[in-house]
Nanobody
Framework: QVQLVESGGGSVQTGGSLRLSCAASGRTFSSYVMGWFRQAPGKERDIVSAISWTSRYTYYLDSVKGRFIISRDNDKNTVYLQMDYLKPEDTAVYYC???????????????????WGQGTQVTVSS
């Protein structure tokens, strides 16, 4: 089990940037595949991005490609999500999550992630 704590959320205007961080503690961070999900009011929780253990593989939701970058620092037990050119439709609570395996077929399946953070609010105003 790994404990996850997100930070870096906030309110920005359209076109602005935010950098989310997710600090992990507990079991060896480098043994986990990490994902970022988001959930807007009244909507399902959707995968935004994911990164494999050594950063060899990454995944991005189509709507964030070219705007968001996921990265991780296994020495600091932290995964990041750099979000640029933010749009109002990016407004949501963002969660980081951990799983043990990498599968592009199931990268968006929230049930495959064993550990979750508490979430951080991102609000983008027009």
């Amino acid at each position: 089990q790994v404990q996850l704590v997100e930070s870096g959320g906030g309110s920005v205007q359209t076109g602005g940037s935010l950098r989310l961080s997710c600090a992990a503690s507990g079991r060896t961070f480098s043994s986990y595949v990490m994902g970022w999900f988001r959930q807007a009011p009244g909507k399902e929780r959707d995968i935004v991005s994911a990164i494999s253990w050594t950063s060899r593989y990454t995944y991005y939701l189509d709507s964030v490609k070219g705007r968001f970058i996921i990265s991780r620092d296994n020495d600091k037990n932290t995964v990041y999500l750099q979000m640029d050119y933010l749009k109002p439709e990016d407004t949501a609570v963002y969660y980081c999550a951990a799983r043990s395996d990498w599968s592009i077929a199931s990268v968006g399946d929230a049930s495959r992630y064993s550990d979750w953070g508490q979430g951080t609010q991102v609000t983008v105003s027009s």
